[in-house]
């Protein structure tokens, strides 16, 4: 059986629209996709840093479209791993089971590796919507587009914009 990490924040949790939500509340104005683009999340909203400081902050994300389904879906057919950076924000580890144990409960807690470099993980095939954790991998790579990783070129990652163009991919 095939082992697919998936990375969480970007991929199954929507942090764009968690930012969005958040820097309207602060700013009174509400940024859109486009005029973030090609920008790094934590630079494209003045607060970003606080935010993901904060209480909730991942907790609360909404999750991407389609993700559950078809993740349940993949999970049957495959060795799926969630792989998270959350030592990078200490308040993110716990936030982050509690979310996927109540938006994703077929992913066990044997199915949740929170680290803080990705390098280390072994899986056939990696999905992420950064390039820092894509580019050293050696399996499969399915870029997730986000807004920061947009402009730039692929490269040898196969970029998708949905989860239904996962579904057609490894379904």
């Known amino acids: 059986m095939k ?3 998936v990375d969480m924040d970007g991929v199954l949790a929507d942090v764009y629209e968690q930012f969005f939500k958040l820097d309207e509340r602060d700013t009174g104005t509400r940024k859109t996709r ?14 970003g ?46 936030e982050k089971q509690a979310w996927l144990g109540e938006h994703f409960p077929f992913i066990s807690w044997r199915q949740m590796v929170f680290c803080g470099s990705k390098t280390i993980v072994q899986a056939d095939i990696m999905i992420d919507d950064h390039f820092k954790n894509l580019d050293h ?15 730039a070129d692929a490269g040898r990652h196969q970029r998708v914009k949905t989860w239904m163009e996962i579904e057609k991919l490894l379904l």
């Open 34 to 47: 486009a005029s973030v683009a090609g920008i790094k999340e934590l630079e494209a909203f003045p607060h």
């Open 137 to 151: 991998f050696t399996g499969q790579t399915i870029l997730f587009s986000q807004p920061h990783n947009i402009l």
């Open 49 to 94: 840093h606080q935010h993901v400081l904060s209480d909730d902050f991942f907790r609360t994300a909404p999750v991407m479209a389609d993700s559950q389904r078809i993740l349940e879906a993949l999970n049957k057919q495959y060795e799926v791993f969630i792989v998270s950076s959350a030592t990078e924000f200490p308040k993110s580890l716990s």
């Open 3 to 5: 082992r697919i990490a």
